[in-house]
């Protein structure tokens, strides 16, 4: 899936997204927006900010810039920000996520809510994410992940190699995005609708011995320690 798929895929959605996918989506998107109010931090960058479903939900005191590659869902996204008067928003700029133009430590939290499966390079966006966020800011992740057995997991392959038309990959793995000896997990947690949605919690820092809260759903990826099995924290 390259950016041109992307694009075409979310031009598509631009106009019925908030229609079809706003109530899917609310529940991860909540918990990802109450855990980002809580953080001191206060200029917020969102990856993939989409028709801007998440602006109003920012507590006013913040700056979010907001970004993503569809120009059309942009456009959605600008005209919320002027009918609801979101005077909190700095900016909506259409970027590539895997390539954001903003200098090193820009922002004190940084937002990804159902980006991470749709970008050709998940790992590089991981990377971006975190250069432009402050060193011990934090990084908040709401996404689909594969299941590793069972139903879902089979209905989840037969659909990726129809990744170019959705626009996402059904079959993404988690430990294949989140390498727990890389980045501090401060807490993880599935969310409705029927826990299809992971909120992930992150310390722009190096893991120094402590094991990353996370959801059990999850095991071992072949190559490193697997993604830790104890409860869930910082989500609150």
Same mark, same amino acid.
């Given at each position: 899936?390259?950016?041109?798929?992307?694009?075409?895929?979310?031009?598509?959605?631009?106009?019925?997204?908030?229609?079809?996918?706003?109530?899917?989506?609310?529940?991860?998107? %909540?918990?990802?927006? +109450?855990?980002?109010?809580?953080?001191?931090?206060?200029?917020?960058?969102?990856?993939?900010?989409?028709?801007?479903?998440?602006?109003?939900?920012?507590?006013?005191?913040?700056?979010?810039?907001? *970004?993503?590659?569809?120009?059309?869902?942009?456009?959605?996204?600008?005209?919320?920000?002027?009918?609801?008067?979101?005077?909190?928003?700095?900016?909506?700029?259409?970027?590539?996520?895997? #390539?954001?133009?903003?200098?090193?430590?820009?922002?004190?939290?940084?937002?990804?809510?159902?980006?991470?499966?749709?970008?050709? #390079?998940?790992?590089?966006?991981?990377?971006?994410?975190?250069?432009?966020?402050?060193?011990?800011?934090?990084?908040?992740?709401?996404?689909?992940?594969?299941?590793?057995?069972?139903?879902?997991?089979?209905?989840?392959?037969?659909?990726?190699?129809?990744?170019? %038309?959705?626009?996402?990959?059904?079959?993404?793995?988690?430990?294949?995005?989140?390498?727990?000896?890389?980045?501090?997990?401060?807490?993880?947690?599935?969310?409705?609708?029927?826990?299809?949605?992971?909120? *992930?919690?992150?310390?722009?820092?190096?893991?120094?011995?402590?094991?990353? +809260?996370?959801?059990?759903?999850?095991?071992?990826?072949?190559?490193?320690?697997?993604?830790?099995?104890?409860?869930?924290?910082?989500?609150?």
């Amino acid at each position: 899936m390259d950016l041109d798929a992307i694009k075409s895929a979310y031009g598509r959605y631009a106009r019925h997204y908030d229609t079809f996918f706003g109530n899917l989506v609310k529940p991860g998107r %909540r918990a990802t927006l +109450a855990a980002a109010n809580r953080i001191a931090g206060r200029r917020i960058l969102e990856v993939g900010v989409g028709t801007g479903l998440s602006l109003p939900e920012y507590r006013p005191d913040c700056r979010v810039v907001g *970004i993503d590659i569809s120009a059309e869902m942009l456009a959605i996204a600008r005209r919320r920000v002027e009918r609801l008067k979101l005077g909190h928003v700095e900016a909506l700029l259409e970027m590539d996520a895997e #390539n954001l133009t903003f200098r090193d430590a820009a922002f004190d939290v940084v937002v990804a809510l159902y980006t991470a499966s749709v970008v050709p #390079n998940p790992q590089r966006l991981l990377r971006e994410m975190r250069r432009v966020c402050v060193p011990g800011g934090d990084i908040l992740i709401c996404n689909h992940f594969a299941a590793r057995r069972g139903v879902r997991a089979a209905i989840e392959k037969a659909m990726a190699p129809f990744s170019g %038309r959705l626009g996402w990959h059904p079959d993404f793995n988690l430990d294949s995005f989140i390498d727990p000896d890389e980045i501090h997990v401060r807490g993880m947690r599935t969310v409705n609708p029927f826990g299809l949605f992971t909120v *992930i919690h992150c310390r722009n820092e190096k893991p120094n011995g402590v094991r990353a +809260a996370a959801h059990a759903g999850y095991g071992e990826a072949p190559s490193r320690r697997p993604v830790s099995k104890e409860p869930a924290k910082g989500l609150g």
